[in-house]
């Protein structure tokens, strides 16, 4: 028991750092364009005091590309400080649909590394579970990752839901989905560890080229 709990500690630190790089890396790529932004505000200044008119057009775009820029930071601040807020509780509801998008927004610029387009099917009625919220998200990113990872041809994966309200389940499904993937699929012990904790398992739909999680039925 001890030696899955230190398995289940080692991944959340892992995939927390992930998710925390890739976001402070998007800041760092915001700051940047900012400081170019600035860098030509002063040229323009420097050219003023010596006589040259400003140029108002030219101000205007830089001005609104600062704007862009700070919007798109306090976006990513933003959901940096939700996914940090995701390890407050031990046991809460999640909505499943919510914390699939979250994830997916979150995870986005790693996501566009993969080229593949990550589509959702919303369910009929929100789909609840009670869990620990932060190893659902890391549990969803590993499946979207394997998802895009075994997504062959058209590179599309289509994520749905199940229709039982009373028995939770998420579908992941490829165009074609590469055999070797399919054929080991969440057999790593990270992989045990998260699905035993979360109290899911995992069900290979091999017609679809996919695979669901399934949470155990309501009573």
Same mark, same amino acid.
């Given at each position: 028991m001890v030696k899955d709990e230190n398995v289940l500690t080692n991944e959340g630190m892992r995939f927390f750092g992930r998710m925390s790089a890739t976001a402070t890396h998007e800041i760092k790529n915001t700051l940047a364009i900012i400081n170019e932004s600035a860098g030509l505000l002063k040229d323009l200044s420097i050219m003023a005091e010596k006589g040259s008119p400003l140029p108002p057009a030219r101000i205007n775009d830089i001005s609104r590309m600062l704007t862009r820029q700070v919007k798109r930071a306090d976006l990513i601040l933003k959901k940096l400080n939700r996914f940090s807020?995701?390890?407050?509780?031990?046991?809460?509801?999640? &909505? *499943?649909e919510k914390t699939v998008s979250f994830v997916l927004d979150l995870a986005s610029p790693l996501i566009e590394k993969q080229e593949t387009a990550v589509k959702i099917t919303a369910p009929v009625s929100p789909m609840m579970v009670t869990t620990n919220l932060f190893y659902l998200e890391n549990m969803i990113w590993r499946a979207v990752e394997t998802a895009c990872c075994a997504a062959k041809e058209k590179k599309q994966v289509i994520i749905s839901f199940g229709t &039982? *309200?009373?028995?939770?389940?998420?579908?992941?499904?490829?165009?074609?989905?590469?055999?070797?993937l399919m054929d080991d699929l969440f057999g790593s012990k990270e992989d045990r560890a998260l699905m035993t904790y979360l109290d899911i398992s995992i069900e290979k739909n091999k017609k679809n080229n996919g695979f669901g999680f399934l949470w155990p039925k309501c009573i």
């Amino acid at each position: 028991m001890v030696k899955d709990e230190n398995v289940l500690t080692n991944e959340g630190m892992r995939f927390f750092g992930r998710m925390s790089a890739t976001a402070t890396h998007e800041i760092k790529n915001t700051l940047a364009i900012i400081n170019e932004s600035a860098g030509l505000l002063k040229d323009l200044s420097i050219m003023a005091e010596k006589g040259s008119p400003l140029p108002p057009a030219r101000i205007n775009d830089i001005s609104r590309m600062l704007t862009r820029q700070v919007k798109r930071a306090d976006l990513i601040l933003k959901k940096l400080n939700r996914f940090s807020h995701s390890v407050d509780l031990s046991t809460e509801v999640a &909505d *499943l649909e919510k914390t699939v998008s979250f994830v997916l927004d979150l995870a986005s610029p790693l996501i566009e590394k993969q080229e593949t387009a990550v589509k959702i099917t919303a369910p009929v009625s929100p789909m609840m579970v009670t869990t620990n919220l932060f190893y659902l998200e890391n549990m969803i990113w590993r499946a979207v990752e394997t998802a895009c990872c075994a997504a062959k041809e058209k590179k599309q994966v289509i994520i749905s839901f199940g229709t &039982d *309200l009373t028995a939770p389940s998420i579908w992941f499904s490829m165009d074609t989905g590469k055999n070797t993937l399919m054929d080991d699929l969440f057999g790593s012990k990270e992989d045990r560890a998260l699905m035993t904790y979360l109290d899911i398992s995992i069900e290979k739909n091999k017609k679809n080229n996919g695979f669901g999680f399934l949470w155990p039925k309501c009573i």
